[in-house]
C-alpha cells in the first residue's frame, strides 16, 4: 500500500535527479500532443487533455506503486468518455470520474489489485483492437480534412456520414496527416528516445501556419487554450445521477485499473522491478478525483509514456512529477504556440496510437490460441465497436470467467482418481 516513491527516496541522489529531469522532460513532450489529441477524440476541449496530464499525472507518480509508471489520459477512453458525454455531457463525465475515483480508491483499500489477473486476456485483446478500431475511424474526417455535419458515435452511422462527406475531401489536409505519421514512424525507427512525436506534429503544423494552407488547427476549431490551471470545483451532484452514472463509473474504474496495472507489469520487465498494484489502484484513485476536482478526464496509467520513460532513463517517480511540472510550465508560458498544432496532424498521430494499442506484432499468435479465447476475442471486439464498450466488457468477462471455471473443473476432473476399495 506504501507509494513507490518513499521507498526510492531513501536512496536518491543527484545522479539520479539528472536522469529523472531528462526523462521527465522529453515524456512530457510526447504526452504533450497526445494529451491534446485525446481530450478533442474524446468530444472534449483540448485544454481538458492539459488539465488530466498534469493533475493525474502527478498525483499517479507522487502515490503509485511503481517506480516509472506515467499517468495521464490514454486513448483506451476515447470511447467511453465519448458516449458519456454526448449522453450526459460534460458536467457528467466529470460526475461519473469522480464516483469511478472513489471505487478505486475502495479497491486499493479492500486490496483488489491482484484481481487483475483474473480478467481473461482474450478480453482484454478483444476490446484493445476494438477501441483501436473506433479511434481510428473517428479520426477520418479530421485526417481527411471533411466538411460538413457532425460525426455521430454509432460506428455504422459514422461509416455513412464519412462517406457522403467524401467530396469534400481536402487534399492539403490529407498531406498533412500522411507527412506527420511518416515523421513520427521514421523519428521513432532512427531515435527512440528522442521526443519525436512533437518534433513531426511541430513541423507540419508549422508548414500549416506559416504557408498558409487552409487546414484547421486546434486555434480555428476550439480557440485560445488557458494559461492555467482551473479553479477545483464539484460536479452537480444527486441520488439520480449517481444512479444514472454508475454503470460509466464502473467501466471507467476497471479501464483505470486494468489499463494502469498492465503498464506497470510492462514496465517491470523492462526495469527488473516489482510494482505494487493495490497502491497502484489507490493512487489511481485519487488521481481520477483529482482530475474530476479540476474538470479534467479520466485518467491511468499509460504503457506508452511509461516505455518513453524508462527508455529516456527515468528512474524513480520523479520522472513523473517532473512531467507532469513541465506540461504546466507549457501551459503557463506558451499556450498560444499550442493552438497553432494542425488538426489533421493530430488525427494522424491518433491513428498511428490506435495502430500501436491494437498490438498487430501479437496478431499471428491469437490464430494458435484456443478456439474459446479466438471466439472470445472476436467477440469481445465486435460488441466494442458495434454496440458499446460496456456491454463488450460484461459479456466478455462473464463468458470468459465462466469458460476458465470449466476448464478448471475439466482439469480436475481428468487428475482425479477414485479411492482404492
Known sequence: ????????????????????????????????????????????GPEKGLVTAIVAGFLISLLGGSRVQIGGPTGAFIVVVY??????????????????????????????????????EAVINGFTIGIGVVIAT?????????????VPAEFIAKIETLWQARETLNGFALGIGLVTMVLIVLLRRLAP????????????????????????????QFGSLPHALPVPALPDISAARIIELLPSA???????SVESLLS??????????????????LAQGFANIGSALFGGLPATGAIARTATNVRAGGKTPVAGIVHALTILLVMMLAAPLAGYLAMPALAGLLILTAWNMSEPHKWRSYLHARPSDRVLLVLTLVLTVFADLT???????????????????????KDWTPPER
Do not use: C, W
Request: cysteine-free.
Open 138 to 150: 473517428s479520426q477520418i474526417k479530421d485526417l481527411l480534412g471533411l466538411s460538413g455535419a457532425q
Open 1 to 44: 500500500m506504501k507509494p513507490k516513491i518513499i521507498t526510492t527516496l531513501k536512496t536518491y541522489d543527484r545522479r539520479q535527479f539528472s536522469d529523472d529531469l531528462l526523462a521527465g522532460m522529453t515524456v512530457a513532450m510526447v504526452a504533450l500532443p497526445l494529451s491534446l489529441a485525446i481530450a478533442i477524440a474524446s468530444g472534449a
Open 250 to 256: 464502473l467501466v471507467i474504474a476497471f479501464l483505470a
Open 264 to 281: 506497470a507489469m510492462v514496465a517491470d520487465k523492462m526495469i527488473g522491478g516489482h510494482h505494487r498494484p493495490n497502491a497502484e489502484v
Open 83 to 120: 458516449g458519456i458525454i454526448a449522453e450526459h455531457g460534460y458536467d457528467g463525465l466529470v460526475l461519473a470520474t469522480l464516483m469511478a475515483g472513489m471505487i478505486m480508491m475502495i479497491a486499493g483499500y479492500l486490496r483488489a489489485g491482484n484481481l487483475v489477473a483474473f480478467v481473461p
Open 391 to 413: 456491454v463488450a466488457i460484461g459479456v466478455g468477462v462473464s463468458i470468459g470467467l465462466a469458460l476458465r471455471l470449466r476448464r478448471n473443473n475439466a482439469d480436475m476432473e
Open 193 to 220: 528516445r528522442f521526443p519525436g512525436l512533437i518534433v513531426a506534429v511541430g513541423l507540419t503544423s508549422g508548414v500549416v501556419a506559416f504557408a498558409p494552407l487552409p487546414v484547421d488547427t486546434i486555434f480555428s
